[in-house]
T-cell receptor, first 114, second 114 residues
Framework: NAGVTQTPKFRVLKTGQSMTLLCAQD?????MYWYRQDPGMGLRLIHY???????AKGEVPDGYNVSRLKKQNFLLGLESAAPSQTSVYFC?????????????FGPGTRLTVT | QQQVKQSPQSLIVQKGGISIINCAYE??????FPWYQQFPGKGPALLIA?????SEKKEGRFTISFNKSAKQFSLHIMDSQPGDSATYFC?????????????FGSGTKLNVKP
């Protein structure tokens, strides 16, 4: 049981390049989330998904796109990277229902855009 | 507008002392208040959480105090240890009514000196 995994762990991009971050979870969770973490700003929600084939915008969605073609995977795309997207990106997942609202986080991807 | 405000930004405590981190929120519809612990290079992990129907929850050396009327909650770490040195985030959510979306505080970096 690996929980939530993210690939890659590190990436350096040049301005204007594109890339996709992959998140996978093996807990059969309905909900998945993408956050970015910047110093002094906590974790901010980029996009989230409440089920396979559905996505929605979070607090800071501009410059990012997402897809959830399979329940266990949630992809975050940067079409044209900008230096302002330099950050640490975390994926999380959560089960549906009222028993527990806990979000389980992956180890993160450190992205630098030069 | 920041939904959850956290203070202090950083905290230095001697081994054996008490660490206290405070959070305040505005939305009275929030019904779950977790604290997450994050070690360098790792993803956040749930430490302890509380629902608004109780005023205190204790797990080992960690206690959440909750003041519903003041819309504040705090984390107390008793007998702080160097191994507790980490960044702590408070959060709040409306839970199942809002797909378990969390609003995070800005984080507190705790350094426990031996």
């Amino acid at each position: 049981n690996a929980g939530v995994t993210q690939t890659p762990k590190f990436r350096v991009l040049k301005t204007g390049q594109s890339m996709t971050l992959l998140c996978a979870q093996d807990m059969n969770h309905e909900y998945m989330y993408w956050y970015r973490q910047d110093p002094g700003m906590g974790l901010r929600l980029i996009h989230y998904s409440v089920g396979e084939g559905t996505t929605a915008k979070g607090e800071v969605p501009d410059g990012y796109n997402v897809s959830r073609l399979k329940k266990q995977n949630f992809l975050l795309g940067l079409e044209s990277a900008a230096p302002s997207q330099t950050s640490v990106y975390f994926c999380a997942s959560s089960r549906q229902g009222r028993v527990s609202y806990e979000q389980y986080f992956g180890p993160g991807t450190r992205l630098t855009v030069t | 507008q920041q939904q959850v405000k956290q203070s202090p930004q950083s905290l230095i405590v001697q081994k054996g002392g008490i660490s206290i981190i405070n959070c305040a929120y505005e939305n009275t519809a929030f019904d779950y208040f977790p604290w997450y612990q994050q070690f360098p290079g790792k993803g956040p992990a749930l430490l302890i959480a509380i629902r608004p129907d109780v005023s205190e929850k204790k797990e080992g050396r960690f206690t959440i105090s909750f003041n519903k009327s003041a819309k504040q909650f705090s984390l107390h770490i008793m007998d702080s240890q160097p191994g507790d040195s980490a960044t702590y985030f408070c959060a709040a959510t409306r839970g199942a009514n809002n797909f378990n979306k969390f609003y995070f505080g800005s984080g507190t970096k705790l350094n426990v000196k031996p």
